[in-house]
């Protein structure tokens, strides 16, 4: 046995997080963690890493008792930990990031040159070819997160430890993710892998262990154990269904609330066009560099457009800043959601209205009263799992950061609501509540424009979808014509013909 974790408790200010809660893990083997949002698995790995004291509980690695002071004596330990919340240096370089606390050393000083090399090398592993010297802040949330990732395997670690590192990688860096986890195997290496897409659990994991509510509550095989008992374990109920289809399958036109002709930017986006009905869930796939992302930035005026036209309740609009579009009515929830926007001293309640408290206020005091309804209502409808709306959002499990994130620009009531993968780190349980409320907001007059890679999501909830290929929109499919055969189809069309 290489890690042992028994009867592991843990309590935050007489809130009891973790109880007798266990993992355990032999060498070479890739282990799933799962559970809901909130059930406790980065804290238990947490506990594990020396970066919180447990309550109480044993801990054996390499057969001996650990009882790591810091997180920096588990990493001497040979435990390398990718967390949750990227904790890198956002203004120093890829390199430096890379090797902190470690950096190659010539008469006592840092060897920038050999540190560089060596950087370009680890990142060469993960087919990344960037420059190492740039801030790290120059680079998006996915290589963000593969040097993380690079970054934890080169410490010599007899464990490596990645919670939900795939939550911002594409496909394509998922496979290269998984080749490293293989080569790790390969050395001898053990792997805990937490993530909320079980496809991905039961593409690399060799067994489960699934926590809830704190506690550990099975651990077996992978191969015996189907995705309903593992979600029924998990929940400890049946999953609630989608239990709204798409609003609008009867194909009678609606009122359009947006038009988007021909847009072009650059070479990422060539021409689009879509149009969004009020009401209506627009849904918009594409493979990898498709351009979704850019398209929406586009109408939101996060980007100038080079060419074409966005009409807004038949007015054109020409939003050159973000607050422009705020102020029209629309919303913009990014799927950089971890890194962007959370206040992290600020409680529950200060994040969900931030944006709100100019509407909130009367001769410049805030109305409590409406305040809190608001941020009762939110909690409810997303099952936001928090002592209380007084908690620092920090303290929230990860995917309750996000929810938060999601009622901030719900409660502003906006017209138009843009939401680039609205699932992405939500457990499979609240997965199903937050699209079926998504749904029910569209059916009393929101219009939503959704980017989901999850094609079972779009096809749960979208009135439409817009398809889109090399910068162009290539397939407009109607809630009838939607399954996935015709959307994979549509999405490989295009690039197939370029290339
Ligand atoms: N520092 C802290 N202070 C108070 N409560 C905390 C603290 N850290 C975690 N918690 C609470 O512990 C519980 C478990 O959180 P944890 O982050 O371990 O969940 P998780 O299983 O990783 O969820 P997710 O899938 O959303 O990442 C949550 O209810 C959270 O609010
Ligand atoms: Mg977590």
Same mark, same amino acid.
């Given at each position: 046995?290489?890690?042992?974790?028994?009867?592991?408790?843990?309590?935050?200010?007489?809130?009891?997080?973790?109880?007798?809660?266990?993992?355990?893990?032999? !060498?070479?083997?890739?282990? =799933?963690?799962?559970?809901?949002?909130? @059930?406790?698995?980065?804290?238990?790995?947490?506990?594990?890493?020396?970066?919180?004291?447990?309550?109480?509980?044993?801990?054996?690695?390499?057969?001996?008792?650990?009882?790591?002071?810091?997180?920096?004596?588990?990493?001497?330990?040979?435990?390398?930990?990718?967390?949750?919340?990227?904790?890198?240096?956002?203004?120093?370089?890829? =390199?430096?990031?890379?090797?902190?606390?470690?950096?190659?050393?010539?008469?006592?000083?840092?060897?920038?040159?050999?540190?560089?090399?060596?950087?370009?090398?680890? #990142?060469?592993?993960?087919?990344?070819? *960037?420059?190492?010297?740039? !801030?790290?802040?120059?680079?998006?949330?996915?290589?963000?997160?593969?040097?993380? *990732?690079?970054?934890?395997?080169?410490?010599?670690?007899?464990?490596?430890?990645?919670?939900? !590192?795939?939550?911002?990688?594409?496909?394509?860096?998922?496979?290269?993710?998984?080749?490293?986890?293989?080569?790790?195997?390969?050395?001898? %290496? =053990?792997?805990?892998?937490?993530?909320?897409?079980?496809?991905?659990?039961?593409?690399?994991?060799?067994?489960?262990?699934?926590?809830?509510?704190?506690?550990?509550?099975?651990?077996?095989?992978?191969?015996? *154990?189907?995705?309903?008992?593992?979600?029924?374990?998990?929940?400890?109920?049946?999953?609630? @269904?989608?239990?709204?289809?798409?609003?609008?399958?009867?194909?009678?036109?609606?009122?359009?609330?947006?038009?988007?002709?021909?847009?072009?930017?650059?070479?990422?986006?060539?021409? %689009?066009?879509?149009?969004?009905?009020?009401?209506? *869930?627009?849904?918009?796939?594409?493979? #990898?560099?498709?351009?979704?992302?850019?398209?929406?930035?586009?109408?939101?005026?996060?980007?100038?457009?080079?060419?074409?036209?966005?009409?807004?309740?038949?007015?054109?609009?020409?939003?050159?800043?973000?607050?422009? @579009?705020?102020?029209?009515?629309?919303?913009?929830?990014?799927?950089?959601?971890?890194?962007?926007?959370?206040?992290?001293?600020?409680?529950?309640?200060?994040?969900?209205?931030?944006?709100?408290?100019?509407?909130?206020?009367?001769?410049?005091?805030?109305?409590?009263?409406?305040?809190?309804?608001?941020?009762?209502?939110?909690?409810?409808?997303?099952?936001?799992?928090?002592?209380?709306?007084?908690? !620092?959002?920090?303290?929230?499990?990860?995917?309750?950061?996000?929810?938060?994130?999601?009622?901030?620009?719900?409660?502003?009531?906006?017209?138009? #609501?843009?939401?680039?993968?609205?699932?992405?780190?939500?457990?499979?349980?609240?997965?199903?509540?937050?699209?079926?409320?998504?749904?029910?907001?569209?059916?009393?007059?929101?219009?939503?424009?959704?980017?989901?890679?999850?094609?079972?999501?779009?096809?749960?909830?979208?009135?439409?979808?817009?398809?889109?290929?090399?910068?162009?929109? %290539?397939?407009?499919?109607?809630?009838?014509?939607?399954?996935?055969?015709? #959307?994979?189809?549509?999405?490989?069309?295009?690039?197939?013909? %370029?290339?």
């Amino acid at each position: 046995m290489l890690l042992s974790m028994t009867a592991i408790d843990k309590s935050f200010g007489g809130v009891r997080v973790l109880t007798e809660a266990s993992l355990e893990i032999e !060498p070479a083997e890739v282990m =799933a963690l799962i559970g809901q949002n909130g @059930a406790g698995k980065s804290t238990l790995i947490k506990i594990l890493t020396g970066a919180y004291f447990r309550d109480n509980g044993d801990i054996t690695f390499e057969g001996k008792q650990a009882n790591f002071q810091s997180t920096a004596e588990s990493q001497t330990a040979g435990i390398a930990t990718i967390y949750q919340e990227i904790n890198l240096a956002q203004h120093r370089s890829v =390199a430096e990031n890379i090797f902190l606390g470690r950096e190659p050393k010539k008469f006592c000083l840092v060897d920038r040159n050999k540190m560089c090399a060596d950087a370009r090398a680890v #990142l060469t592993r993960f087919k990344l070819d *960037i420059d190492v010297e740039r !801030p790290l802040e120059d680079f998006g949330a996915a290589t963000r997160q593969m040097v993380a *990732i690079a970054r934890g395997v080169t410490q010599n670690a007899r464990l490596v430890i990645m919670d939900e !590192p795939t939550s911002s990688l594409d496909e394509r860096e998922v496979a290269v993710l998984f080749e490293t986890i293989h080569a790790l195997k390969a050395d001898g %290496v =053990a792997t805990v892998f937490i993530s909320h897409r079980l496809d991905e659990l039961y593409a690399i994991c060799d067994r489960i262990t699934v926590m809830r509510d704190g506690r550990t509550v099975a651990a077996t095989a992978m191969k015996d *154990i189907s995705k309903v008992e593992l979600v029924r374990t998990m929940l400890g109920k049946e999953l609630t @269904a989608f239990t709204a289809g798409a609003g609008n399958r009867s194909g009678n036109p609606r009122e359009t609330l947006v038009e988007a002709k021909n847009l072009s930017a650059g070479l990422r986006v060539r021409d %689009v066009s879509l149009s969004i009905g009020k009401g209506e *869930i627009a849904g918009l796939a594409g493979l #990898l560099g498709s351009g979704r992302t850019e398209t929406a930035r586009l109408i939101y005026g996060i980007d100038r457009r080079d060419g074409g036209t966005v009409l807004v309740a038949g007015k054109a609009t020409a939003y050159n800043e973000p607050v422009d @579009a705020i102020a029209a009515g629309c919303g913009f929830v990014s799927e950089d959601r971890k890194v962007e926007g959370i206040v992290p001293d600020m409680s529950v309640r200060e994040n969900m209205t931030l944006a709100i408290l100019p509407r909130l206020q009367k001769s410049g005091i805030v109305d409590r009263a409406a305040q809190k309804a608001i941020v009762d209502k939110y909690i409810k409808a997303l099952g936001i799992k928090c002592a209380s709306p007084e908690q !620092p959002i920090r303290e929230l499990s990860g995917g309750n950061q996000q929810k938060v994130l999601l009622a901030r620009w719900l409660c502003m009531n906006p017209r138009l #609501l843009i939401i680039d993968e609205p699932t992405r780190g939500i457990d499979v349980g609240a997965k199903a509540e937050i699209l079926n409320l998504l749904r029910s907001l569209a059916d009393d007059g929101l219009s939503v424009l959704m980017i989901s890679s999850e094609l079972e999501e779009l096809i749960a909830v979208a009135d439409h979808v817009t398809v889109l290929s090399d910068g162009r929109s %290539v397939a407009h499919l109607s809630a009838d014509e939607l399954s996935e055969d015709r #959307l994979m189809t549509a999405m490989a069309h295009q690039s197939k013909a %370029v290339a």
